[in-house]
């Protein structure tokens, strides 16, 4: 698929996680000094900082500038400032989904209570950017990095607010999903390779490959992450918490689109349920219904159509370590649904 580009490996960047991710956190708290006071904006923001998880965003751009003749350290605030926006995103989004867990652990809202977590994810969304500020590099791509990080939170957020507004139609499209994923996900994965593109003074084309692929890398994580949803893996409430959310995913659109009417109002009826009032057979239903209309299976062969579109792109870059690096990203985000292959 890839002709001579060999992958990246999931190794390699635990790697880079192991050995620099010390210094990341040395960079966050140099913004957010760790307090004892309970409750305090420092206390609230490193209880979400805990919560733990791969860290991927963080450490996308060391590995993209070491493929660019820089050590990775040059990319140390930049990944520091990428860690803290993707958190500060977490921190509304569980309290917008009514998310009382995050990964095993109370999330901020719950613990915290909804107002101090408003509070703390608006900070967070500020760190980063003073993170950002921080970077050791001459004062223009400073403000590039910054002018980036700002346009891809603003991509975010209205991600996020096109999600609510499509919960409400009655009949979402496949369009409709990826808008929002290329909004609400790809834009904290294009964010640190273009980001990192800047630092390491790449070409334009080189940056707009960076940026088409976070985009493709996006979309690539956002519907593994909406599998991951079903298995149950995710450190959430309970299996399938998507559907008690009603949220719009590829596999909801696609059974909605294809299941015969009386079942697809079944399905629509039960994600329009609230939260709280949606039984775990309903959950069961609704997983049956997915699967019965080809939605997983077709979620899967879209990740496949994706990866090769990674793939096809990385072949028109010269520099063959950044194309290594970027095929190996789509390997490594798939790792946690290997073991949904028996859906092929």
């Known amino acids: 698929m890839t002709g001579n580009i060999v992958k990246f490996t999931p190794a390699a960047l635990e790697g880079l996680r192991d050995q620099h991710w010390p210094q990341i956190i040395a960079e966050l708290q140099s913004v957010v000094p760790p307090s004892d006071d309970p409750g305090s904006l420092s206390d609230m923001t490193w209880y979400h900082l805990q919560t733990g998880g791969k860290r991927l965003r963080a450490i996308l751009p060391l590995a993209v500038v070491q493929t660019m003749g820089l050590r990775p350290e040059a990319a140390i605030g930049l990944g520091a400032a990428v860690e803290m926006l993707h958190n500060a995103t977490l921190v509304h989004d569980d309290l917008q989904d009514g998310d009382t867990h995050r990964r095993g652990k109370p999330t901020v809202w719950s613990h915290y209570g909804t107002t101090q977590a408003i509070n703390c994810g608006d900070a967070m969304f500020y760190y980063s950017i003073a993170l950002a500020q921080r970077i050791t590099a ?50 904290l994965f294009a964010l640190p390779l273009v980001g990192a593109g800047i630092l390491a003074g790449a070409s334009e084309k080189t940056l707009r490959t960076l940026e088409s692929v976070g985009e493709k890398l996006g979309v690539l994580f956002q519907i593994q992450d909406d599998l991951l949803d079903i298995t149950g893996n995710k450190g959430r409430d309970r299996k399938g918490t998507d559907i008690a959310e009603g949220k719009i995913t590829l596999m909801t659109v696609h059974a909605l689109e294809n299941l015969p009417r009386e079942q697809a109002l079944e399905l629509h009826a039960i994600l329009r349920l609230p939260r709280d009032h949606t039984e775990d057979t309903h959950i069961t239903r609704a997983l049956a219904l997915l699967e019965a209309s080809g939605g997983i299976a077709r979620a899967i062969r879209y990740i496949d159509d994706v990866v090769q579109e990674i793939h096809e792109e990385c072949k028109g870059l010269e520099n063959r370590a950044l194309a290594t690096v970027l095929v190996g990203f789509s390997d490594i985000f798939l790792e946690p649904i290997r073991s949904l292959v028996h859906f092929r």
């Open 138 to 187: 001459p004062s223009e791509v400073i403000h590039r990095i910054v002018d980036t990080l700002v346009g891809y939170t603003l991509a975010v957020i209205a991600g996020q607010v096109d999600e609510f507004r499509f919960k409400e139609r009655t009949q979402p499209t496949v369009a409709d999903y990826f808008r929002i994923a290329r909004g609400k996900t790809s834009g």
